[in-house]
């Protein structure tokens, strides 16, 4: 069940059909309160290795926080399931229950353990600074949705400081992206600086998540998200087919 032994491949895809809406939609919303954390080495911080575990639907839904750093290796401190503000680090103030904070440009991978497929249709999500100047898009979260070895990716923007010079959690609804239904869904960060933004290089690429509604369709239509090099090989053989 563990997800974490492959590295993000941040592929763009196509989007050709839309996720139908039916009739007996399931919907759950993860909290964190509480949270399993028997798969964890070093409760509440977590590392890369762990795994924990929340309900949704009814279900089982295994979270696997972990590093895509080229030196990343297991044990490497990714994040803690935490209440409050940090001790060294600028979280979020305004949410008083747990959230999960990823640290060091680290990725939360997360679906169902029996396979069972979900959409994310919204969730709560701030920017982590490390006490350095805050620019008024600090970072900007990024979702991978992977199914059936295609995958489809989202980016939103991270508020800034607010007025008091605070970070505060604020809710994204994810739009298309939460059309459709995923397998296995991935969150990581690009954090900006200079009028660039970069993910996995920087160890500041830092974010908190909480509150995620996740939603699945009975009998939702095909996901389908095909690369360039599928519709090229449609393309072909179109054309073959026509030759003949």
């Given at each position: 069940m563990k997800k974490v032994g492959i590295r993000l491949a941040l592929a763009a895809a196509t989007l050709l059909t839309s996720l139908g809406?039916?009739?007996g939609v399931l919907r759950s919303t993860v909290t964190f309160d509480p949270v399993d954390t028997s798969g964890l080495f070093?409760?509440?911080?977590?590392?890369?290795?762990?795994?924990?575990?929340?309900?949704?639907?009814g279900r089982t839904m295994w979270f696997d926080p972990a590093s895509n750093s080229p030196t990343g290796q297991f044990g490497d401190l990714v994040g803690a399931i935490q209440t409050g503000p940090c001790a060294d680090l600028v979280c979020p103030v305004n949410n008083a229950t747990n959230y999960v904070s990823l640290v060091n440009d680290a990725f939360l991978a997360f679906g169902m353990a029996d396979g069972f497929t979900f959409s994310v249709k919204s969730l709560d999500a701030s920017f982590i600074g490390t006490?350095?100047?805050?620019?008024?898009?600090?970072a900007y979260l990024a979702l991978q949705g992977v199914r059936g070895g295609q995958s489809l990716?989202?980016?939103?923007?991270?508020?800034?400081?607010d007025g008091n010079g605070n970070l505060n959690f604020s809710t994204i609804n994810t739009g298309v992206f939460g059309d459709y239904e995923f397998d296995t869904?991935?969150?990581?960060a690009y954090v900006c600086k200079d009028s660039s933004c970069q993910a996995f290089s920087t160890n500041?690429?830092?974010?908190a998540l909480d509150n995620i509604n996740v939603e699945h369709v009975p009998e939702p239509a095909s996901l389908a998200l095909v690369?360039?090099?599928g519709l090229a090989w449609m393309g072909?053989?179109?054309r073959r087919a026509t030759a003949a």
């Amino acid at each position: 069940m563990k997800k974490v032994g492959i590295r993000l491949a941040l592929a763009a895809a196509t989007l050709l059909t839309s996720l139908g809406v039916q009739a007996g939609v399931l919907r759950s919303t993860v909290t964190f309160d509480p949270v399993d954390t028997s798969g964890l080495f070093f409760p509440p911080a977590l590392v890369y290795g762990d795994e924990f575990y929340q309900s949704a639907f009814g279900r089982t839904m295994w979270f696997d926080p972990a590093s895509n750093s080229p030196t990343g290796q297991f044990g490497d401190l990714v994040g803690a399931i935490q209440t409050g503000p940090c001790a060294d680090l600028v979280c979020p103030v305004n949410n008083a229950t747990n959230y999960v904070s990823l640290v060091n440009d680290a990725f939360l991978a997360f679906g169902m353990a029996d396979g069972f497929t979900f959409s994310v249709k919204s969730l709560d999500a701030s920017f982590i600074g490390t006490g350095d100047p805050v620019a008024a898009t600090p970072a900007y979260l990024a979702l991978q949705g992977v199914r059936g070895g295609q995958s489809l990716t989202a980016y939103y923007a991270l508020t800034g400081l607010d007025g008091n010079g605070n970070l505060n959690f604020s809710t994204i609804n994810t739009g298309v992206f939460g059309d459709y239904e995923f397998d296995t869904v991935y969150a990581f960060a690009y954090v900006c600086k200079d009028s660039s933004c970069q993910a996995f290089s920087t160890n500041q690429a830092q974010f908190a998540l909480d509150n995620i509604n996740v939603e699945h369709v009975p009998e939702p239509a095909s996901l389908a998200l095909v690369g360039m090099a599928g519709l090229a090989w449609m393309g072909a053989r179109r054309r073959r087919a026509t030759a003949a």
